[in-house]
């Protein structure tokens, strides 16, 4: 996965894949989905990002712990 933040366009572009965009989808205004041949999507694009979000130049990515099943939940 990749993050591009563009100043000059203010488009932030985050890369899923580095398959060819066949399909292209304005999914809402200001939000773009890119898809390849089979369906998936690669990439998607954010339009005004500088006025969709609070700073399109600070990115922070975090992986979140496991899912932890009660006790009670486990069979033996």
């Known amino acids: 996965m990749k993050v591009v ?5 203010d488009v ?6 580095d398959a060819p965009v066949a399909e292209s989808d304005q ?7 890119d898809y390849d041949d089979g369906g998936n999507m690669v ?7 500088s006025k969709r979000m609070a700073n399109p ?6 992986i979140a712990p496991p899912l932890r099943r009660p006790a009670w939940g486990r069979r033996p």
Request: hydrophobic share 50%.
């Open 43 to 49: 990439s998607f694009e954010i339009l005004d990002a």
């Open 57 to 62: 130049m600070c990115v922070e990515y975090a």
């Open 12 to 17: 932030l572009s985050i890369l899923l894949s």
């Open 27 to 33: 999914h809402k205004p200001g939000v773009i989905l």
């Open 5 to 9: 933040y563009d100043p000059e366009v």
